[in-house]
């Protein structure tokens, strides 16, 4: 009898070490002053307070980001059922700047790597590097660069989201998915992808390949990475990759209060304002976007015109819940309504 009774010591144990309980403030709290959280530092405006009690730089910008604060909670209220605790494993992707106040939890394929690039500078992890442009690519993305929530205790982590500025940025789900593939799966550099994944789709969503599709997985279709995507048993097998995750997994909108909801559609204006609530508009500004590749709705509903409307209507009940959220209407170019 003594031996069940240790293991379920133990495991108690675990499990309360490893839950994180969080307890919801919003935003009638009285946002903490940096200068409270950095001994020595001299005491100014914290972003929260920026927002919520401070007088607006740019007040119709501010107006379209209440909007968007109170769409995403009415949202949440509509369509989910079941509140959770949060666990580490549900903020590895919320970067933490302490010097400026900022939460951000980024996205793959919404500007994600100038956010990051911007915090490094922020931070002062970039090291001579004051123009975010001039920090490489890969370098933006090195595990260790930048903290993330997950790597706090419990006592810190409940600090920060009461306290900091927490931020996220979309984009229209099936544009951001376009962009994904276009990226992981047209481009010769990323064998990485294509070895991971690309084989696999080969194996199980193409009649008859050939050994070389299954031993190189260089050209999946878009139309074989839908399959992929809506097929029961990709999920069960493994979560989905980051860069085609449905953005209410990566960041939980439900759980956290965002304070901030940049759009991919309203990029340079949503960062300066960001940037702007945290005091930090004249020590960086964000990069403006100079590519002419980018994916855009046209390019997307390309790509869905081989698509039938029986694996469209499966795909769009897949990422049903971030077009909810974030209040994007299904495209047009979709068939099956």
């Not at 992707?93 to 915090?119: E, F, S």
């Not at 995507?229 to 439900?254: G, I, K, Y």
Request: with cysteine; net charge positive; proline share 6%.
């Amino acid at each position: 009898m003594r031996k069940p009774k240790g293991i379920r010591m133990v495991s108690a144990l675990c499990l309360g070490c490893f839950i994180v309980v969080i307890f919801y403030f919003n935003s009638s709290l009285k946002p903490e002053h940096l200068s409270e959280r950095s001994s020595g530092q001299k005491t100014r405006r914290s972003p929260l307070q920026s927002l919520y009690e401070g007088e607006q730089v740019e007040s119709a910008v501010a107006a379209v980001h209440q909007g968007r604060r109170e769409l995403l909670e009415e949202a949440c209220h509509s369509y989910t059922r079941k509140r959770r605790v949060l666990v580490p494993e549900d903020l590895k992707h919320i970067i933490v700047d302490d010097q400026h106040g900022l939460l951000y939890c980024y996205v793959p394929k919404v500007a994600c790597t100038n956010w990051k690039r911007v915090l490094m500078v922020l931070t002062g992890v970039s090291g001579d590097h004051k123009d975010p442009l001039a920090i490489p690519a890969n370098e933006a993305h090195v595990p260790g660069n930048l903290r993330t929530l997950s790597e706090y205790s419990t006592p810190q982590i409940n600090q920060r989201l009461r306290s900091y500025l927490k931020f996220l940025f979309v984009r229209e789900p099936f544009e951001r998915l376009v962009s994904a593939y276009r990226n992981k799966f047209t481009r010769s550099y990323n064998t990485a992808f294509h070895k991971r994944y690309g084989t696999k789709i080969v194996r199980r969503h193409r009649p008859d390949p050939r050994p070389e599709a299954l031993e190189k997985g260089d050209d999946v279709s878009f139309e074989e990475f839908v399959y992929y995507l809506v097929d029961p048993a990709t999920q069960r097998e493994e979560p989905f990759n980051e860069h085609w995750e449905r953005v209410h997994s990566l960041c939980h909108p439900c759980l956290i209060h965002y304070d901030v909801v940049g759009k991919y559609e309203t990029l340079e204006q949503d960062s300066r304002y960001v940037l702007q609530l945290a005091g930090a508009d004249q020590q960086v500004r964000f990069p403006a976007s100079s590519k002419s590749t980018r994916t855009t709705g046209d390019m997307a509903a390309d790509f869905f015109q081989n698509i039938s409307p029986f694996y469209q209507k499966k795909l769009y009940n897949l990422y049903r819940m971030d077009f909810l959220l974030f209040n994007y209407s299904a495209p047009a170019y979709l068939k099956f309504r």
